[in-house]
């Protein structure tokens, strides 16, 4: 048996067992020996990882880019998400999740009021109408909007105690949302301002 071994042991035969146990025993005191303490920063690339070794937690999410297939995810059959915010049409203020015109608008009776505020931009939308008694006060807090002489008109009405079958208007009387009712004629005309749906 010692003879059979002798005659097939070489020198390469010797040499090749050598480094096997060299190789075999090398990656295993490195894999022994070596801590994160070992590595430089940055010294490794994506082929020294495992595939999905790396979670949440250990990327910087502010560091990646946008993944090219979901870059028309901001847009909306072409439009950006910015073009879609929801705004005020010009002329007019963001108040109680509504518009409302910064100026007023001359005396007229609320039902007239009401269809003048209708027949603004219906022909590119629903139309404006006539502010509630709280879009109106509220919107008297803002800075830029001035209460018109005279009072102005809500879109709140009531039946009329002096002319059956007719309505008053409620409308506002001062700054700080007192109040008085005014009769659906000529000589009850009051201004006005009108209301519009926020746009986008």
Known sequence: MKDRVRR?????????????????????YAAAKL??????AHSLTA???????????AVKEKTLGIVPRAREAARLDGVT??????????????????????????PLPIYSAM?????????????RRLP?????ATALTHEQIALASGGELTSEVYPSSASPG???????????G????????????????CVADPLN
């Open 8 to 28: 097939h042991l070489t020198y390469a035969n010797v040499t090749a067992t050598v480094a096997l146990f060299v190789a075999l025993g090398g990656g295993a």
């Open 35 to 40: 801590s994160g303490r070992d590595l430089k």
């Open 47 to 57: 082929r020294n990882y495992r595939a999905d070794s790396v979670t949440g937690a």
């Open 81 to 106: 998400a910015e073009r879609l915010l929801v705004r005020c049409p010009e002329g007019t203020l963001p108040v109680a999740d509504t518009c409302i015109e910064t100026q007023a608008r001359p």
């Open 115 to 127: 269809l003048a505020c209708a027949g603004i931009e219906s022909q590119s939308g629903p139309g």
């Open 132 to 136: 509630t008694y709280n879009e109106l």
């Open 166 to 176: 007719q309505v008053e208007a409620l409308y506002v009387t001062s700054k700080t």
């Open 178 to 193: 007192n109040v008085a009712l005014t009769p659906d004629t000529d000589p009850g005309a009051k201004s006005y301002r």
